[in-house]
C-alpha cells in the first residue's frame, strides 16, 4: 500500500521560514518524481516545484528565490524549505510522486496536504 504524508505546515508570521516534508512508503521513492502543488482558496492548484529522479530542479518563477526543493532517498523523503513567507503563500501544500505509465513501476500519488497560513 502506497502512502504520501506531508507535514510542517503551520501559522507563521511574514518573513518567516517553514520546512514541509513529504514521506513516501509503499514505493521506490528514488524512481519517483517528487512535486509540490499548492492551492489557495478560490484558486486552482498550482505546481510550484519538482525535483525529478535525476535530481533536476524547477521551481516556479514566483517563488524561485525563496524556496529549496530537496530530497532525501535514504529517508524516501522530499522538502520543501520556504523562507521569506509571504501572506499569498497561504495555501494547503500537497507532495504528489510521480512516475510515468512508460516507466516500470509507474504511480502517481498524492498526500493529504498540509496547511501553510502566513499571517501577523
Known amino acids: 500500500q502506497v502512502q504520501v504524508v506531508e507535514s510542517g505546515g503551520d501559522l507563521v508570521q511574514p518573513g518567516g521560514s517553514l520546512r514541509l516534508s513529504c514521506a513516501a512508503s509503499?514505493?521506490?521513492?528514488?524512481?519517483?518524481?517528487a512535486r509540490w502543488y499548492r492551492q489557495a482558496p478560490g484558486k486552482q492548484r498550482e505546481l510550484v516545484a519538482v525535483?525529478?529522479?535525476?535530481?533536476?530542479?524547477n521551481v516556479e518563477d514566483s517563488v524561485k528565490d525563496r524556496f529549496t526543493i530537496s530530497r532525501d532517498n535514504a529517508k524516501n523523503t522530499g522538502y520543501l524549505q520556504m523562507n521569506n513567507l509571504k501572506p499569498e503563500d497561504t495555501a494547503v501544500y500537497y507532495c504528489?510522486?510521480?512516475?510515468?505509465?512508460?516507466?516500470?513501476?509507474?504511480?502517481?500519488?498524492w498526500g493529504q496536504g498540509t496547511q501553510v497560513t502566513v499571517s501577523s
Open positions: 509503499g514505493i521506490i521513492f528514488k524512481l519517483y518524481d
Open positions: 504528489n510522486v510521480f512516475r510515468p505509465r512508460t516507466q516500470r513501476p509507474s504511480g502517481d500519488y
Open positions: 525535483i525529478t529522479e535525476n535530481n533536476n530542479i
